[in-house]
Structure formats: C-alpha cells, structure tokens
C-alpha cells in the first residue's frame, strides 16, 4: 500500500488554480503534483505542497496581472486615459487580489 492517500478533491481551488481530477504524478522525493487548471486556462501538474503552502497561486497569468496592475495604477497616478475596459479589469482584479499575497521578483 506504499501509497499515501490523496488529500484533495477535484475541484478543490487553490487561488486561480482548480484541481481537475484525481490525476496525481509522483515525484522521487515522495511528493505528488496534482493536475490543475488555471482561471485563465493553462493546464498544468503542481506540487502539492507549493499549492498548500500559497506558494503557487497561478499559472504564472496572476504574477503578470499583478505586473499589469501596478503598470496601470502609475498611468492613473498620473491621469493618463483608459478605456472602461481597462478600469473594470483593474477594479476585478484588485478585489480578487484583495486577499492574495503575491511577492514580486
Ligand atoms: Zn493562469
């Protein structure tokens, strides 16, 4: 039974990240990845102790939004023009980054 049980659902989310099925890669360290996909579509396997521990959030896309958001919040700074467009995506993302800490490089 060398196997230690998988201890998450499909479905279970781990910030953008959603379990998509019991589909688990076993690494040479004993450890697991789950296989995800990501809000913005990208699939991939993550390990589960990074997704436990809020050290992977995301595809990668969340870290750019990020990038994109303070982008955008200098140009507000300093009264540049945006589309409606780009101020509803900056108010979407500020409230689902409201409660997500992302540490930038
Ligand atoms: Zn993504």
Do not use: Q
Request: aromatic letters at 6%; hydrophobic letters at 30%; charged letters at 30%.
């Amino acid at each position: 039974m060398g196997c230690r049980a998988i201890e998450v659902k499909t479905g279970t989310k781990f910030t953008r990240l959603t379990v998509t099925s019991k589909d688990v890669i076993y690494t040479k360290k004993g450890e697991y990845k789950y296989h995800c996909i990501c809000k913005c579509g990208n699939e991939g396997y993550y390990a589960s102790s990074k997704l436990r521990s809020g050290h992977t959030k995301s595809c990668g896309c969340l870290r750019k939004d990020m990038r994109k958001l303070v982008k955008i919040e200098t140009m507000i700074d300093k009264d540049a023009e945006l589309t409606p467009e780009t101020l509803l995506w900056v108010v979407s993302t500020k409230k689902e980054l409201e409660n997500t800490e992302i540490v930038l490089p």
